[in-house]
């Protein structure tokens, strides 16, 4: 196969940049959680602190984006793997990242409740 013909059309392009995003964005929470944990260490008023300050509905909608990164990112990971190491897989790469879209965007629906409910509750009352 000709360098370069591997993820070809629209959807291989928008799949590579939102893989790449997804693992940016993972890489920026790692980077904040290791801060923010080791406050701990540092001062553990600050650390409850930093932790009361996440306690809100904005940063629980931020926490269902993780999700959502970390589950793109990972489902993706494995469409690449089976295009990279399946002598079918570029044949089958747009019907893939499909089954990837479909199966992520249920994922999601189903935890979103699980998720958001105690910013649910917060903002409707209940």
Do not use: C
């Not at 928008?14 to 997804?22: G, L």
């Not at 494995?78 to 965007?105: N, S």
């Amino acid at each position: 196969m000709p360098a370069g013909t591997l993820y070809r059309g629209r959807e291989g392009m928008w799949s590579w940049v939102a893989h790449r995003v997804t693992g940016v964005l993972i890489f920026f929470f790692l980077f904040a959680h290791v801060l923010d944990t080791a406050l701990v260490r540092v001062s553990p008023e600050a650390y409850d602190e930093t932790i009361d300050i996440y306690k809100n509905p904005f940063v629980n909608l931020l926490e269902y984006g993780l999700v959502a990164a970390i589950l793109f990112h990972a489902l993706n990971g494995l469409r690449i793997i089976a295009v990279d190491f399946w002598e079918k897989g570029p044949r089958y790469q747009k019907q893939m990242l499909w089954t990837v879209v479909g199966v992520w965007v249920v994922l999601m629906a189903g935890s979103a409740y699980p998720i958001l409910q105690h910013s649910i509750k917060t903002i409707f009352g209940s």
